[in-house]
């Protein structure tokens, strides 16, 4: 007969192995043969504690978000959020066995009847709902309603992601039984489970980092360097010198790349200026260096500058330097929309850093998009300290979304940017920037993360409605203007791995324009969510989630202080430029 402390220390094994790992002490039990109800669970694998927390969280995948989604991407994100639900119903359910010290138990009969018929009530009312909240979202917006027969698409594809997820992580918990399994020859069990849990993931981030996403960058470099060598329709090489890639220009048309050749290629005539501003207007200047223009960043930099200043750029009453996203791509409104307003009397330059799209560049070329941007601004700012204060031109920064990210850089923070720029045009911020971040965790009391008042607007501005006003409107705001645009509705601007765990600041305040009064933050949830909103950020009407083009023109002329600016002209000008995009 075995003693009461035997049996204890034997319950309290059992247990613990439960919890994980236990392939290795279930192969030295004695085999029995199994019950039917055991051969069913094998089949249906999954547990019922799981299952309902799963259920709940498909549930609440169906609440509003930034931006309206579609059928396939709601089934994207209840797929995900059901395998988290999943996951912690299973270890919920093992942690409640755990203190208790209580087995696993078989479900009761027709307790999986029950929750087969209160899952189709559940998930009927949480698509019911999800479809109220999305026409919402797309009032708000102006969005067009999709073909609802698409809502077909909605549960196979969220029960393939689910059981994909699920799939993949039992996967790994089967490798991490073998591991511990072999390593049990060398050492305790204790010791083998914790090293082999260790060995998996590790692993698992050096497949997931190296192989896999280095791998497919890497492809995804290479196929789109190969469209980086086309040229968009419509157009052409320039006949001016003014243009890099034109007549005399240090830069070849053909090391432009496809955005450089759109840049230098288009944009606004004189004639077209002088026809919007009726007074007589300048040709303005277009500088740009490709990625294949030199051999590294530095290089590129004083390029693009040289041949700025071949052309005349530093003659120029106002010069901007702008930071392009991606592929070297810069919103052609923003640029056209400084031109005009300055009467042509201006210089652009940029350069390319990156053969990858934005949304890409923007996971994997951040240290890419700092880089640039540093350089070519210390490039520009180098020859433009050197000549006489009278002879210096205007210095403006613009940066769009990862250009943003890459237009801070060369800047340590409010006083340098009122020191060495004459303003700053910087919009859908990512949530990762770091003055942004300065900016608006430090912004005044009283002051919301969706609309933040930094130090009473002496040089830093937000605003999520341009046209609307700059606050705050009372105070004064002299010298430098820096002025970021930020939609309520930009999951580019909100998105952050923080959202996981800790609600933010937007959701815990009084919720922008655009953005519905019902979302709000849920653990996990949120954040893929807004992870889904990410693609389609520019995939909304202008003025909303991550596109700007007609906010540049108001954006330029408060911080050029354009004289007798109307709203009538912002929309004349308006109109011009999202008819070029």
């Keep these: 007969m075995t003693t009461e402390r035997e049996e204890s220390s034997t319950r309290t094994a059992s247990v613990l192995d439960e919890a994980g790992p236990k392939a290795d002490d279930e192969a030295a039990q004695p085999e029995a043969p199994p019950s039917p109800a055991a051969g069913e669970r094998r089949r249906f694998r999954y547990t019922l504690p799981g299952a309902w927390v799963a259920l709940a969280f498909a549930c609440l995948a169906f609440t509003p978000s930034l931006l309206p989604r579609s059928a396939l991407l709601q089934g994207v994100v209840c797929g995900i959020t059901a395998a988290i639900g999943y996951g912690v119903g299973v270890a919920g359910a093992w942690t409640w066995r755990a203190f208790t010290d209580r087995d696993p138990r078989q479900p009761r009969p027709g307790a999986w009847r029950v929750f087969a018929v209160s899952a189709a009530a559940a998930l009927v009312l949480a698509l019911v709902l999800g479809q109220w909240w999305q026409a919402q979202i797309r009032d708000l917006m102006g969005a067009p309603t999709p073909n609802p027969l698409l809502l077909l698409l909605l549960p196979p594809v969220g029960a393939a992601v689910f059981t994909g997820l699920v799939a993949l992580s039992r996967s790994l918990r089967g490798a991490y039984h073998r591991v511990a399994e072999r390593l049990r020859r060398w050492m305790g069990r204790r010791a083998a489970r914790a090293l082999g849990w260790a060995v998996v993931v ?301 609600r933010p600041d937007w959701l815990g305040e ?36 991550h596109t700007y083009t007609r906010e540049f023109v108001d954006g330029w002329a408060t911080i050029l202080r354009t004289a007798g600016w109307t709203p009538d002209k912002a929309e004349r000008l308006g109109d011009i430029v999202t008819a070029e995009e």
């Design 202 to 502: 590790v692993g698992t981030w050096l497949v997931a980092s190296g192989l896999l996403l280095n791998g497919l960058t890497g492809l995804a470099d290479r196929s789109f360097s190969v469209r980086n060598t086309t040229t968009a329709e419509g157009v052409e090489q320039p006949t001016s010198g003014l243009r890099s890639g034109g007549p005399g220009s240090l830069v070849s048309w053909e090391s432009l790349g496809r955005q450089g050749r759109t840049i230098t290629g288009t944009g606004p005539s004189a004639a077209e200026i002088a026809a919007f501003t009726g007074a007589p207007a300048k040709e303005p200047i277009r500088a740009y260096a490709g990625t294949v223009s030199a051999d590294d960043v530095e290089q590129r930099a004083e390029l693009a500058v040289a041949d700025l200043e071949r052309a005349g750029g530093f003659d120029r009453a106002n010069l901007l330097v702008a930071t392009t996203t991606g592929s070297g791509w810069l919103d052609s409104g923003a640029v056209d929309s400084f031109e005009y307003l300055t009467g042509g009397d201006s210089a652009v330059v940029a350069m390319q850093y990156s053969y990858l799209p934005s949304w890409l560049s923007y996971l994997v070329d951040q240290k890419k998009a700092r880089e640039a941007g540093r350089q070519l601004f210390d490039a520009v700012y180098d020859r433009w300290s050197r000549r006489p204060p009278a002879d210096r031109p205007r210095l403006f920064v613009f940066g769009l979304s990862l250009g943003s990210f890459g237009g801070e850089t060369a800047f340590s923070g409010e006083y340098d940017l009122r020191n060495r720029t004459a303003g700053a045009l910087l919009a859908g911020p990512p949530n990762f920037n770091t003055l942004y971040r300065e900016f608006t965790d430090h912004r005044d009391p009283g002051s919301h993360e969706v609309e933040p008042v930094y130090k009473g607007g002496r040089t830093v501005r937000f605003t999520n409605d341009v046209a609307a006003g700059v606050p705050p409107a009372s105070a004064a705001w002299d010298g430098t203007r820096v002025l970021y645009l930020q939609h309520p509705s930009d999951p580019i601007v909100w998105w952050s791995p923080r959202l996981v765990w800790d």
């Design 510 to 545: 009084p919720h922008g324009r655009d953005v519905l009064d019902a979302m709000v933050w849920i653990p996990f949830v949120t954040f893929w969510q807004v992870t889904v909103d990410l693609p389609l950020a520019t995939g909304v009407p202008d003025g909303h989630g």
